[in-house]
């Protein structure tokens, strides 16, 4: 994500690019979406996210665009200076030399390159993967670049922040409970307090808390170093979170068929829609990586459809996870993460099958908390960066990864409220990379690519939404719902 053109990588199908996304948006915010449904209603929540995934769709179109307009721009200067050496190259030949076959061939093509500039629709292949850093460098101010990076690190800190909360959360929940260390023990309508004991004189904060350090402990010392995900390990990751997706709609749909749903949602409950809005847009983030599951794919010749079919197919798996849980639980008995809800016995008889589904989250939120991190260390280091300049050894080494890991950890130290931490930073940071910058990103490269190549030029990866409406409409959206989430929450807090 930081700002640099990257190699493109292995080249995969275009149906294998679309399992990437799919994997790649279905997250830690479909594991918050049961709990959100329940709390805003079926009804609102349903609109809501078909309307908060077809928004996604149309900015993720957004940035497709500007990826095509940034190679295209990228192409035309490396053609400029082959142009440029080549024309340094003939005028160091003598005037008495015959001009060979090569140099007539050559002669003969450098006119057409103008041609070229203005109709040739290779110069928007997408062959070079240009990140959303480097895409705000080229049609962003300064000021807009220093704005891009402060909300994609806000964002992260926010990711870090529901990562180091989530694991000692699982932990604290599958190994602690209100009446002893066997969870069967625990009726169904036993709420659990923090303040309630976990292992002898330990309340369940403590536990909650010791997990954290321990987390800490053996995570945060990858933030000092470079680490990437592995294939196989992403090969693994992925399995046992759609192993585990599929077994929580299997369990649900089973429960609501043996008439043992317990759940009766209501149509709609307007305070829940804050909340509710920053799980779905949280949900379908993929705007800041799109450059590196675009690129990669080798046929892009329908790739606007196969985005749509994406997104179809995810809308169909939120709405399916979403409204057989809010069917088969009450609304007062979610958890934070929907996979606790499985933890009971009356639900789950089968113990391997309950920590596996209590324990998933650790496995998998482990494995990317140190990518992330490492991800976050590299912004801040390009934000600060200043050309021809080299950071000190303890700024490098030291500074920069203590502030990378040192704030997400404090927060998860005050509070475990996932939902409260998702719906904020989908609200708030997920918004702007989401609406604004994918908004802006599409208007200047428009301008762009006017300026550059003429008025009327097509850009083979054009957006469907290519009206300037849109880009207003988004952006209209975007800043609506700032307001209302916002508004939602100091009244929220007044009437506390």
Known sequence: ?????????????????????????????????????????????????VFLGFMSFVTTTFVMEAMAAANAQLRWKRMETHKEEDDEDSSTASDSDVLSQDNYERAEKRP???VQRRASPNLFEITDRVEMGQMASMFFNKVGVNLFYFCIIIYLYGDLAIYAAAVPFSLMQVTCSAAGNDSCDVEKDTKSNDTDLCWGPLRRIDAYRIYLAVFTLFLGPFTF????????LQILTSLMRWIAFAIMIVLALVRIGKGQGEGHPPLADLSGVRNLFGVCVYSFMCQHSLPSLVTPVSSKRHLTRLVFLDYVLILAFYGLL???????????????????????????????????????????????????????????KTLFHREGGAYPWVVDRVVFPTITLAP???VAFCTHDLESLVGITGAYAGTGIQYVIPAFLVYHCRKDTQLAFGYGTVNRHWSPFRHTFWVGFVLLWAFSCFFFVTANIVLSETKL
Not at 6 to 26: K, Q, R
Not at 225 to 232: A, E, I, L, N
Not at 327 to 346: E, H, I, K, V, W
């Open 225 to 232: 170093f470079d680490v990437q995900k592995t294939k196989y």
């Open 112 to 114: 057409i390159l103008s």
């Open 408 to 410: 997400p950890v404090l």
């Open 322 to 380: 979403s409204f057989t849980a809010i069917f088969c639980f009450r609304g007062d008995s979610f958890q934070d993460m929907y996979t606790l809800n499985f933890a009971r016995c009356d639900v789950v008889r089968l113990a391997a099958v309950r920590f596996f589904l209590g324990l998933f989250p650790v496995f998998t939120i482990s494995t990317n908390f140190p990518i992330i991190a490492v991800t976050l260390r590299n912004n801040w």
């Open 1 to 49: 994500m930081a700002g640099e053109i990257t190699d493109t990588g292995e080249l995969y199908s275009p149906y294998v690019g679309l399992v990437y996304m799919f994997n790649l948006i279905v997250g830690t915010g479909a594991l918050t979406m049961p709990k959100a449904f329940a709390t805003a209603g079926w009804l609102v929540s349903l609109i809501l996210l």
